[in-house]
């Protein structure tokens, strides 16, 4: 089956700092990937699109400028939590999808983001 | 998108089929109804889906009435892995559309 490996799986870092997140689609290419967050006891909440080549779409409420992603390949697309504050203390999870693939999402492992 | 309703939690016995209810009584012509969980901690898992007919993979069967109002997941035999958050998600197959991740059903399996 289609793997999206995520990494870190778990970082701490001190409030101010940036993090870089990665997600890698190993076995196919990943035309549209998704970058979702969720809080303790809550459901996973889409935070934007990103489209190879293109700008992601961010939804409504996620600062841009904040949490910026690259989708510079195929198999590749980044998150970066700029200056990082407590608040953005989370459980980020990426998915991907393959062209022709129904739609299907296919997740990473997660990353847990605690900052100081 | 179509809305989903599950009930929140469910417990099962380990060895038993777990039936996993949900009911999507907006369902469009076109749309689809996906299954995922997701275990504690970790990224959700695609189950499976399906349109009208029922499916059935190496993990689950796909019960979807013929009016398409509503769904059953069926997991044959329960195991303590088994564990977590189902989710029943409705969307158009085509294009990359993000999945709208309602509250699911918190199954238990119990030994």
């Known amino acids: 089956g289609a793997v999206v490996s995520q990494h870190p799986s778990w970082v701490i870092c001190k409030s101010g700092t940036s993090v870089k997140i990665e997600c890698r689609s190993l076995?196919?290419?990943?035309?549209?990937m998704f970058w979702y967050r969720q809080f303790p006891k809550q459901s996973l909440m889409l935070m934007a699109t990103?489209?190879?080549?293109?700008?992601?779409?961010?939804e409504q409420g996620v600062e841009k400028d904040k949490f910026l992603i690259n989708h510079a390949s195929l198999t590749l697309s980044t998150l970066t939590v700029t200056s990082a504050h407590p608040e953005d203390s989370s459980f980020y999870i990426c998915?991907?999808?393959?062209?022709?693939?129904?739609?299907?999402?296919?997740f990473g492992a997660g990353t847990r983001l605690s900052v100081l | 998108d179509a809305k989903t309703t599950q009930p929140t939690s469910m417990d099962c016995a380990e060895g038993r089929a777990a039936n996993l209810p949900c009911n999507h009584s907006?369902?469009?012509?076109?749309?689809?109804v996906y299954w995922y969980r997701q275990i504690h901690s970790q990224g959700p898992q695609y189950i499976i889906h399906?349109?009208?007919n029922n499916e059935t993979n190496e993990m689950a069967s796909l019960i979807i009435t013929e009016d398409r109002k509503s769904s059953t997941l069926i997991l044959p035999h329960a195991t303590l892995r088994d564990t977590a958050v189902y989710y029943c998600?409705?969307?158009?197959?085509?294009?990359?559309?993000?999945?709208?991740f309602g509250t699911g059903t918190r199954l238990t399996v119990i030994p």
């Open positions: 998915s991907a999808t393959e062209r022709g693939a129904k739609n299907i999402q296919y």
């Open positions: 076995d196919f290419q990943a035309t549209t």
């Open positions: 990103s489209n190879e080549g293109s700008k992601a779409t961010y």
């Open positions: 907006t369902i469009s012509g076109n749309e689809y």
């Open positions: 399906g349109l009208k």
């Open positions: 998600i409705v969307r158009v197959a085509s294009g990359a559309n993000n999945l709208f």
